[in-house]
């Protein structure tokens, strides 16, 4: 079965450190996705990556950076975390022929 | 520009009720459509999809019909079950070669026994 894997189902940090959050795909797809899911605002994309090493920014960049060294690896970085970036983060991918996204299962973040 | 807009939640119902969530979109083109549904505690999963206009796409009972005429694409389920309850979620594909989804802000549904 086909899999998005997200490293941590929940997570605690505190105020300023730098948080990485992991996805893995195994579809051999090209495009990968960093959402935030938050209530009364639906999904907001963060990052998007068509292929290795390249990163386009999405709706809210903003205290958030990404990166691709490999095809089936897509992490999101919060470079020092704050509390308004305590959120449900989702990741997906896509690949080629659209048949749309696949989701991981999610990461709740929560800053404190 | 490009945007869903889904009827507001939440939606509360019995078992066996009729179900109809209202999707519409805009877009230039033919997008393609989509309904994706999140359980409690999960990710989004792909409920059913449409690519062309009066495609029908259906799974688990759910159906939604893409009209090009009105710009819908409202997902309907004849009878639903307390294991519906979820947040369901509009999305299109702009057309263009753009692989970004653009999504509705979800519709939450409960079914109550």
């Known amino acids: 079965d086909v899999k998005v894997t997200q490293s941590s189902r929940y997570l605690v940090k505190r105020t300023g450190e730098k948080v990485f959050l992991e996805c893995v795909q195994d579809?051999?797809?090209?495009?990968m996705f960093w959402y935030r899911q938050d209530p009364g605002l639906g999904l907001r994309l963060i990052y998007f990556?068509?292929?290795?090493?390249?990163?386009e920014k999405g709706d809210i960049p903003e205290g958030y950076s990404v990166s691709r060294e490999k095809k089936e690896r897509f992490s999101l970085i919060l470079e020092s975390a704050s509390t308004n970036q305590t959120s449900m983060y989702l990741c997906a991918s896509s690949g080629a022929g659209w048949y749309g996204y696949t989701f991981g299962s999610g990461t709740r973040l929560t800053v404190v | 520009g490009n945007s869903v807009t889904q009827m507001e939640g939440p939606v509360t119902l019995s078992e066996e009720a009729f179900l109809t969530i209202n999707c519409t979109y805009t877009?230039?083109?033919?997008?393609?459509l989509f309904w994706y549904v999140q359980y409690p505690g999960e990710g989004l999963q792909l409920l059913l999809k449409a690519t062309k206009a009066d495609d029908k796409g259906s799974n688990k009972g759910f159906e939604a019909t893409y009209r090009k005429e009105t710009t819908s694409f409202h997902l309907e389920k004849g009878s639903v079950q307390v294991s519906d309850s979820a947040v369901y979620f509009c999305?299109?594909?702009?057309?263009?070669?753009?692989?970004?989804?653009?999504f509705g802000k979800g519709t939450k549904l409960t079914v109550n026994p």
């Open positions: 579809m051999d797809h090209e495009n």
């Open positions: 999305a299109h594909a702009p057309q263009g070669g753009s692989e970004k989804l653009v």
């Open positions: 990556s068509y292929d290795v090493k390249m990163k």
């Open positions: 877009a230039t083109g033919y997008p393609s």
